[in-house]
């Protein structure tokens, strides 16, 4: 749409520092100045958007996302969904995550081996709206972890939600072939779950020799792997194995909280913790009781994940919001509940919370020096906001407080002409 001026806004700019009013102008897809007033920000042409003193943040990133997970509650009922749908269903979500001002997601895992690549590549083409996307494969797991959902009478491995495998060799083979898919990140299942049965999260199931395999071939084609961690052990081998994105992390001691420390420049947590909060506490109308939560071992890990989680951010570990949104428990597009969480559970300020979706988003995503903060020269996804989200979290997740959504230059979300908010074109 041309140039972009946006006056009278609150710039919140991701970084960390403190608010302050000005105006900012977007050319074509890139932030070209930033001012403290209109005057000091070149205009001509632009199409100018008073805010009226709403805030103006960088779009959010979703660091542990799941498209394909269609809010169902067991992971075969997310598996069976026939292909036709399930290609829909990652593009009505992929829609509905930026207009709810995500506009960067790291794909975490998807339920079909090329699902994320596909949806990633329709949003570059331009074929569908969807937030700036990092396209995952398929977990990868072991006989009875998390993901191999497999019968004994039906032995067919595209009945599982993850893919089995039970060597070295199966290993390279399985990475392989995502990797010949296009992914852009192998996730690796290297601790159990607790909503696997017989797979307490605090256990640690893939051996060494498969996790180097993997490892070696994500090397090889400059890919990133990733990791559901949950247990110590198995952040520990995450780490050993030059693995980047360490997803949970509920588990830790001393030595997995220096060994974080020591990676902190490499590394990223994503914890995913609202799905802990919401097994414990919201997960009732499908039949898990809160008793029944308990004695799946959710109270255990939701303890110890907030003792860890508040450890790592006290050491400077970056520690990004998102996760695990896409069951029946945690829907689709709540996901900036996560902020609240870190404040409320973790220790951040309203302030890091926002870094960590915005500045550490930026980085998560190998952008770090071109997005994720209100910066010159930077990609302009930015977030007009109705009010403080310094103040009050929950805005972020309200849709109509979302005044306006804009990724690499383009709205995806317009202002509306109706409100008081008056915007023309400057002379
Ligand atoms: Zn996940």
């Excluded at 051996?207 to 395999?213: G, I, K, R």
């Amino acid at each position: 749409m041309g140039n972009v001026l946006f006056t009278n806004v609150r710039i919140l700019d991701g970084s960390g520092a403190l608010p302050t009013p000005g105006s900012v102008l977007v050319q074509g897809n890139r932030i070209r100045a930033v001012g403290r007033s209109a005057a000091a920000v070149p205009s001509a042409g632009a199409t100018v958007i008073d805010g009226a003193g709403a805030t103006l943040m960088p779009g959010m990133c979703e660091a542990h996302t799941h498209f394909s997970w269609n809010d169902a509650a067991t992971l075969s009922a997310i598996q069976t969904m026939p292909l036709e749908e399930h290609v829909l269903w990652c593009a009505k979500v992929a829609k509905k995550y930026l207009e709810a001002g995500f506009t960067s997601c790291v794909g975490a895992a998807c339920a079909k081996p090329r699902l994320d690549v596909v949806t990633r590549n329709a949003i570059n083409s331009g074929q569908i709206p969807g937030p700036r996307y990092l396209a995952a494969s398929q977990e990868i797991t072991v006989p009875g972890g998390l993901g191999d959902e497999t019968l004994p009478h039906l032995p067919f491995p595209e009945f599982s939600f993850g893919v089995n495998v039970n060597s070295a060799d199966e290993m390279r083979k399985a990475v392989r072939m995502f990797l010949k898919y296009g992914v852009d990140t192998i996730k690796l299942n290297l601790s159990g779950d607790n909503f696997t049965p017989d797979s307490p999260a605090d256990t640690t199931w893939m051996s060494d020799a498969e996790v180097a395999a993997a490892m070696d071939e994500v090397r090889v084609r400059r890919k990133r792997g990733t990791a559901h961690a949950r247990s110590a052990a198995s952040v520990k081998q995450a780490l050993r194995h030059g693995i980047d994105v360490i997803y949970h992390a509920s588990y830790t001691d001393e030595e997995a909280l220096d060994m974080l420390e020591a990676a902190k420049d490499r590394v990223f947590v994503a914890p995913g913790i609202a799905i802990l909060y919401a097994m414990l506490y919201e997960a009732e109308p499908w039949g898990i009781t809160h008793a029944k939560a308990v004695a799946m071992g959710y109270q255990h890990e939701w303890d110890a994940a907030i003792e860890s989680l508040r450890a790592m951010h006290k050491r400077g570990i970056r520690v990004l919001p998102g996760g695990d949104y896409g069951f029946a428990f945690t829907p689709h597009c709540q996901n900036a509940r996560d902020l609240e969480f870190f404040v409320k559970y973790l220790g951040f300020t309203p302030m890091e919370a926002i870094r960590s979706t915005t500045l550490y988003g930026g980085q998560i995503m190998m952008k770090p020096h071109e997005l994720g903060v209100v910066k010159e020269g930077y990609l302009a996804d930015l977030l007009l906001v109705d009010g403080d989200p310094l103040a009050n979290l929950s805005i972020l997740r309200d849709p109509k407080r979302l005044l306006a959504v804009m990724k690499d230059g383009e709205f995806a979300k317009m202002p509306e002409i109706e409100s008081e908010r008056a915007w023309g074109r400057a002379a």
